[in-house]
């Protein structure tokens, strides 16, 4: 499959997102075509990607002067610390605001990396290359940036749009098999979120998905990004259109917090359980149907993840993940906002409900 350029332009920066197969290489040619011409460059790798691709993306990349650094992305160093780190890097070697930074690694490392772009010296260039699937479906795109801290995840963060973002599809094959699911989470979520072919269609094609079969793989990356595409020149800073992308990810980012961000549940594990909960809750209140409750829920029992809910937490996590719930950046007063489903294409980003309400629900996961 030939190359896709998805043209972003949204009020505060236009740019183009490249995906397809082998693309790397052309690095510097591409640059040279958007006119993104800098002399320094700082690289932040995340310490998951192979050595064969660190050295690709090095070898590739023609810069007056290349400074690497190698961040260890994790949740946890998803904070303030790594922040400091990258500026004083940036400020040891003069960098100035023509200067770029270059993204190579997953969602973590690009919402780091952007959130150091945008606040050196009030943002320099920033260019995204994402190396899993989560972060070339949904992160690299939309210039949402940021980091975590005790009060839950991304709470501290900005809207930067990158430069330019490059998908190459090679970069997904070494990608272990929960990695993989992470990212069909979101594929999952944009297909609800748009309309039922788009359901229809993964539920069609589920296993050649999750065994990255060329074509397939990059069609439902495209889709997922156009879907994005559409939603964030509408609503750049999430005001209201946008809020749809938060399907499932009220309880995620919860799930996450609770758990101290532990290896036992990553972000797109906590997107499947946040999109289970999701629907369930839609169907109790009548507001999805049964009949697309059980498709959805039967898709995601075919998605095979490791560990259940009530496998994860016990009854006692209730408080904590409520007390994260209460602190997400939709909610208005004192009530929780859930992001619920009516139909494939329709979704409710306004449902306001009290902690009691979820704590019931939530204790239903354990009988
Ligand atoms: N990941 C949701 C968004 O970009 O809005």
Redesign the pocket.
């Known amino acids: 499959m030939k190359r896709t350029e998805l043209k972003i332009n949204t009020k505060t920066k236009k740019y183009s997102v490249i995906v397809g197969s082998n693309i790397l290489k052309n690095f510097n040619k591409i640059c040279s075509k958007k006119k993104i011409i800098f002399e320094k460059s700082l690289i932040i790798i995340d310490k998951n990607v192979p050595n064969l691709l660190k050295k690709k993306l090095i070898n590739n990349l023609k810069s007056k002067k290349k400074i690497l650094y190698i961040f260890n992305a994790n949740e946890k160093n998803k904070n303030f610390k790594s922040i400091r780190t990258i500026h004083q890097i940036l400020f040891k070697n003069k960098f100035n605001r023509e200067d770029c930074i270059i993204s190579f690694g997953g969602g973590i490392t690009g919402d780091v990396a952007g959130f150091a772009s945008s606040t050196f010296k009030r943002g320099l260039k920033f260019i995204n290359i994402p190396t899993t699937l989560l972060a070339q479906v ?2 690299s795109i ?1 210039g ?1 940036t940021g980091i975590n801290n005790e009060y839950g995840k991304n709470q501290i963060g900005s809207f930067y749009q990158p430069d330019l973002v490059i998908s190459d599809t090679d970069l997904l094959c070494s990608l272990p098999y929960r990695e993989i699911i992470c990212g069909y989470a979101e594929i999952l979520k944009s297909s609800l979120i748009y309309n039922k072919k788009s359901f229809e269609y993964l539920d069609k094609n589920l296993k050649s998905i999750l065994n990255l079969k060329s074509s397939i793989i990059q069609k439902a990356i495209i889709n997922s990004c156009n879907l ?1 595409k559409k939603i964030i020149i509408k609503d750049e800073k ?1 005001e209201n259109l ?1 809020k749809v ?2 399907l499932g990810h009220t309880f995620a980012h919860a799930y996450e917090a609770t758990l101290g961000y532990s290896k036992k549940l990553n972000h797109g594990e906590a997107v499947i359980l946040g999109i289970k909960n999701a629907i369930r809750y839609s169907m109790q209140i009548k507001l999805l149907s049964k009949k697309n409750y059980t498709l959805i829920n039967n898709h995601l029992y075919k998605i095979k993840m490791k560990h259940k809910f009530n496998q994860i937490f016990n009854v006692q996590d209730l408080n904590k993940i409520l007390k994260f719930m209460k602190l997400d950046k939709k909610n208005r007063s004192d009530k929780v906002n859930l992001i619920l489903i009516k139909n494939f294409g329709q979704i409710e980003t306004n449902y306001q409900t009290n902690c009691n309400n979820i704590k019931k629900f939530l204790y239903e996961e354990f009988n």
């Open positions: 949904d992160s939309g949402k994005k999430e946008r992308l938060n």
